[in-house]
């Protein structure tokens, strides 16, 4: 047999789409920026599908009030950039402004999968993603002599975003029932800790206690006496070896802040982490004030720090974003921008209360779970961080967003749009979707049916009918 056609044949869409899953869910944290290349190849690839007609463009409520509020940000940041005459020097700008356009694109192909699949391959994965992220910064801290883990993404504070959701779905998938083996699971959120705790980002600790309790407040219907008494016994013994083994890391952290708090309010010292972030802070509500309603434009951040850091402080510093995500869109697109990144939020936690409030199902449950706890990490960490605008951030944003609404509340579609085509009957039908025509839906060929019809036609080779047509001549 041709092997491109054996292969053909077991590559089958939903089988694309499960590698394709385990990527985008694996990637982040250990091997950074291939989760943004794997995203925005699939969602290329499902462009080309969609204008072939071989995807079905999956609309539903609750995706079409996430595209809205996604592409209203997007059309905030290009209006402010007309608005201050600066459309032709943005456009180069506006490219990570595509990963988000590509919302409604991927959610389509993410709908072909079967959701308990897609949900069991997003918690396998993390919890593969944990322990490699927790190898990567043992030995970048220990070995390397990194103060500060980064992991594959070579960021301290993206390593420990993107390894935060890791750990997040590893519990939601121990707790909400979602996978029986939960001592693996809990082993692995376990290494996630570690590995988020090794980068050093104390605002990502911060929204990992928060999610943490999100998660068992969605989950707490399920939690008996034993499940409580087994719960308290096995957080107990997680929480103290955590502290064994990072209690360096976390009392020089703690240090450094206090440090930092003392230099800025005594010697108004502003070259420390804390100070920049102050200073930067201080700039931006400025600019705010001087363009409130459509911003400066997405490429004027730079400029702004540089020159407000030279006039207030003496210091060349320069930055591309106010290391507050809201105060940032504040500054490029002003309120319409800020109030549009809000609402994306915002929708996706609409669309996840009410899911919570009227769904049993536990796959629809654990799908509002990781829209609840993508929020939680993004908004908190981009308190003082990046929230939008960094490509493994922005991927990972719309993986989770993806797949969490679909998992919530979206509908399974199927991959080929089928054709009126004319054959005389079923049986016809099943054997020439043996035989591997390609107008017909190869999804079938792994169907009861098909293995019924591969087995009746091994008697139908091309040596046996050769056989039978000299029988019948003799």
């Known amino acids: 047999m041709n092997p491109f056609i054996s292969l053909r044949r077991h590559l089958t869409p939903a089988q694309v789409i499960i590698y394709f899953s385990i990527a985008c869910f694996f990637s982040p944290p250990v091997l950074g920026s291939a989760v943004s290349f794997v995203f925005h190849g699939g969602a290329l690839w499902s462009v080309l599908l969609l204008a072939a007609k071989r995807r079905r463009f999956n609309v539903d409520r609750p995706m079409l009030a996430m595209t809205i509020a996604i592409y ?3 059309a905030a940041m290009v209006l402010a950039s007309i608005v201050n005459g600066t459309l032709r020097a943005d456009v180069a ?24 699949s897609l949900a069991r391959i997003a918690v396998l994965a993390s919890a593969a993603a944990c322990s490699g992220a927790l190898v990567l910064a043992m030995v970048q801290y220990y070995w390397i002599g990194m103060l500060r883990a980064e992991g594959g993404a070579g960021n301290p504070i993206v390593f420990a975003t993107v390894t935060c959701l890791a750990v997040m779905m590893c519990l939601s998938g121990a707790l909400s029932g979602m996978e029986k083996a939960w001592k693996p ?8 800790v570690v590995a988020t705790v090794y980068s050093g980002s104390r605002m990502v600790w911060v929204a990992l206690l928060v999610a943490v309790v999100a998660i068992l407040v969605v989950n707490r219907r399920r939690f008996t006496r034993a499940n409580m008494r087994r719960l308290l016994v096995v957080a107990g013994a997680s929480s103290l070896l955590t502290a064994a083994i990072t209690f360096p890391i976390i009392v020089d952290r703690t240090h450094f802040l206090f440090d930092d708090w003392q230099a800025l309010t005594t010697r108004g010292d502003h070259s420390t982490p804390l100070g920049l972030r102050v200073g930067l802070w201080d700039i931006g509500l400025d600019a705010f004030r001087e363009a409130p309603f459509f911003g400066h434009g997405i490429s004027a951040s730079r400029t702004l720090t540089q020159e407000g850091f030279k ?36 929708v996706a936690v609409w669309n996840a209360a009410r899911v919570l409030r009227l769904s049993a199902d536990p796959v629809e449950r654990f799908g509002a779970s990781m829209i609840v706890v993508t929020v939680i ?7 003082t961080g990046t929230l ?87």
């Open 377 to 383: 990490v993004y908004v908190i960490g981009g308190l």
């Open 93 to 116: 700008y506006f490219l990570p402004l595509v990963t988000l356009l590509f919302f409604p694109i991927s959610y389509s192909t993410w709908s072909i999968i079967d959701k308990a």
């Open 388 to 474: 939008v605008g960094h490509d493994i951030l922005d991927s990972t944003l719309m993986v989770f967003l993806v797949s969490g609404t679909y998992l919530a509340s979206g509908r399974t579609v199927p991959p080929i749009k089928k054709a009126p085509i004319a054959i005389p009957g079923p049986t016809t039908r099943r054997i020439m979707d043996v035989l591997g025509h390609d107008d017909l839906d190869h999804a079938e060929l792994d169907s009861p049916e098909a293995s019924q019809v591969r087995l009746a036609m091994q008697g139908f080779g091309p040596g046996r009918m050769a056989g039978n047509g000299q029988a019948k001549a003799a």
């Open 311 to 346: 006039e207030r402080f003496g210091t060349n510093q320069g930055f591309n974003h106010f290391h507050n995500g809201f105060l940032t869109a504040l500054v490029e697109a002003g309120l319409l921008g800020a109030l549009a990144l809000t609402t994306i939020f915002g």
């Open 72 to 74: 209203a940000y997007c």
């Open 185 to 192: 699971l809990s082993v692995a959120a376990l290494a996630g």
